[in-house]
C-alpha cells in the first residue's frame, strides 16, 4: 500500500486577492479625482461612496487577516509540522510589507504637505489681490478724470463757444482729455443742441434733467458702461445742460468681476485649507491601509504556498523515521521542491528494499538457529530413551529377577520422553507454521475470562483479580491465536508465583499517532525476570523452567506482530512482571 499526498495551493485564493488588489487601484483613481473636485468647492468628504469603502474594506480585510492569525496559532499550539517555519516566514513577509510602504507613507504625507503649502503660497494670494486692485485702480482713475475735467474752469470757457461754433468746442475737448468719448448739448426746456463723438454716450433729456450736476452715476448697458458729467451753464443768456460721457467696454467689466470672484473663492478655500489637508491624508490612509492589508494577505498565502511542500516533506520523514516505509509523497512537476521530493521518495523506496532484504537474512539465520536448538532439544530425551532400551535389553538377558519392574520403569520413562517430544514438536509445529490469522470481531472480556477459567482449578493458591473490563469493547482479532497469546501469558503468570499470589487481567484505551489502541495488561505477583534474561525471553527455545519448551512468549509475540500490535514487559525481580499488549481497535 502506498500512501499519498500531495502538494495542494492555493491558487484561486491567490488569483481573488489579486483581483481585489487591482480593483483597489482603480478605485483609487475614480475616488482621487471625485474627491479633490467635491473639497474644493463644497463641504469636505460629499462623496458618500468614499466612506463605506473605506470602512468595510479594511475592515473585511482585517477580519479576514484575524482569521488567519487564529488558524495559525490553533495550529501552534497542536503542534502542526512546519507551523514554526510559517510563523517565521509570515513575519519576515509582513516585516517587508511594513517597511516598504511606510517610506510610501512618509512621501505622499509630505507631498501632500507641500502641495498644500504651494498652493496656498503667497505669490498666488499676492498675484489675485494685486488684480483685483489693478481693477479697481483703474474704475477709480477713470471717476477722478473725469470729475476733475469735467469741473475745470478750462472747460467752463471752453464752454462759451458752444453757440458760435460747438464743434470746435469738441475737438478742443478731444485734445485737452481722453477721457471724454462724447459731447452732448441740451437747451434748458429739452431741445438738442448738438451732439458729437461716441454714439453709446447718448442720454435723453427727461434722464438728464433729473440730475444734479457734477458726476453722474456710472449706467450700465448691454455691452458697455457709461461714466457721465454734466454742467449747467449760462451762454449768452440761455442756459445749457452739457454732458461729457466716458465709456467703459463691458468687456473689461466680466474681467473684473471674474478676478475678484476669484479671489473670494481662493480666499474661502484658505479658510477651508486645514480640513482639506486632513482629508487628502485621510484619503491616503483610507485607500493605503487596506492594500497594505491585502500584501499581508498575499504574504500569508505565499508563506503557506514555499512551507507547504517542506510541512509535507517533514511529515513524510517523521512517518518514514516512525517505520512507515511506504510512504511517499505525491508533488507537481515544475515545482522547485520537485528534485528534492523525488530524491527523497527513492531514498525511502531503497531503505524499504534494504529492510527487506535485512530481515529476509536475519529470518535465515533465525531459522538455523531454530534448527541447532531443534536438534539440541531432540536430542536431550533421545539419551533417556536410548539408555532405557538398552537397560530393558540388558536385564532381558540377564534374567533379572527384577525384570518387571525394570521394564515398567524403563517403558514409562521411555513413553515420558517420547511425549516431551511429542509436545516439543507439537509446539513447533505451531510456531512454524502459524497460519494467517481469520479476523473477526472478539469481544475482548470473553477472551480474558475464558483464559483464566482454565488455569483456577490447576492454580487454587492463585487468585485471579479482572479489572476495568468493558463489557462491549471488541477488537478485530483471530479467535484461536488470541487465545493461544492469553493462555501462554496467564500460564507464564501462574508459574512465576511459588506459593501464593495474584494474577491481574486489565484493559484500558490509549490513542497513539492518531490511533485506537486496546491495552491489556497481565500482571503477576511472582518472581519477576532476571535482569540478564530480559533480552532473551523472547527467543526460541529460551527457557529457565524444568520441561519448558521456550516457544510460548515467542508464540506470543509473533501472532501480536501478525495483528499489527505491540508487546512488552516491566518486571522487577521478588515482586512481579507485568506484560502489555497494544492491539489495534481498527484494521
Ligand atoms: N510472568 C513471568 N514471570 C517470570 N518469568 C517469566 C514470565 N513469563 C516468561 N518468563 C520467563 O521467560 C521464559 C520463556 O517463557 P516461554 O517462552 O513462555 O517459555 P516457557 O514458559 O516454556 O519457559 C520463561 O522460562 C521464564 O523464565
Ligand atoms: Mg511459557
New binding site residues.
Partial sequence: MIRQRTATTSTAGLISILLTYFSLIVLILVFARQIISDVSLESPISNYIVIPIAIILPLFLTVVIGLNVYRIWREKRRGHPGVNLKIRLMLFFAIITLLSSLPQGILSVSFIEIAMNRWFSSPIAEGLEGGVDLVLQYNLEKVKGLRAFGGSPLLSSLYRDIPRSPLNVWKTVQETSTLADSLQIYLAGGEEHSFFGDERGKVSYQRVNTWDSGLANRESYESYSALRYLRRQTIGGNEYLIILSTIIPKDFDKKAEKLTSSNDTFNQIELFQPIFRITLILFYFFFSFPLILLSLLISFLLSEEVIQPIVSLEDATRRVADGDFSYRILNRTGNELSSLVQSFNSMVSELESSRHKLLQTEKISAWQEIAQRMAHEIKNPLTPIKLSAERILYRYRDKNINFERILEQAVSTIIREVGNLNDLLGEFRDFARLPAPQISDLRIRDLLTEAVEVFRDSYPTVTFDLENLDQSLSIPADRSQMRQVFT?LV???C??IQDTGSVMLRTDLVRKRNKQYCRIQIK?S????EQD?HGQ?FNPY????EG???????IVERIIFDHDGQIWFE?EKNTG?T?FIDLPLER
Fill in positions: 501462554n500460564k507464564n503468570a508459574e512465576s503477576d511472582g518472581l519477576g525476570i534474561f525471553v529460551f527457557t529457565t523452567k519448558g519448551t521456550g516457544l510460548g512468549l515467542p518486571t512482571t506484560f
